[in-house]
């Protein structure tokens, strides 16, 4: 199996900081991709930042600038710096791998999600 534990979610002010870490362990051979997704009430869950396969990044247009996302390709993390929030930016956000596991299949896995809430 595979595991991805979040953190880093809160309360922020607009204007404030998070960051947001994504581990990943379990029957890994090797992460495709890796990314960050997030969900407003009663909207679609969104790519906010991810690495494609070709190890390009990229960012929603509403948060270039702002965020920034890394990755440990030893560690199999992937943190998103969330500056300058908004309040627009509440929702859950959620981490996205797509790999491949020790017996060679291809599967993709969601973190449980973690709330940012962005509110003076």
């Known amino acids: 199996q595979v595991q991805l534990v979040e953190s880093g979610g809160g309360l922020v002010q607009p204007g404030g900081s998070l960051t947001l870490s994504c581990a990943a362990s379990?029957?890994?051979?090797?992460?495709?991709?890796m990314g960050w997704y997030r969900q407003a009430p009663g909207k679609q869950r969104e790519l906010v930042a991810s690495f494609t396969s070709n190890g390009r990044i990229q960012y929603a247009d509403s948060v270039k600038g702002r965020f920034t996302i890394s990755r440990d390709n030893a560690k199999n993390t992937v943190a998103l710096q969330m500056n300058s929030l908004k309040p627009e930016d509440t929702a859950v956000y959620y981490c996205?791998?797509?790999?491949?596991?020790?017996?060679?299949?291809?599967?993709?896995?969601w973190g449980q999600g973690t709330q940012v809430t962005v509110s003076s």
């Open positions: 379990g029957i890994i051979f090797s992460i495709n991709t």
């Open positions: 996205n791998v797509d790999l491949v596991n020790i017996w060679r299949a291809r599967a993709n896995y």
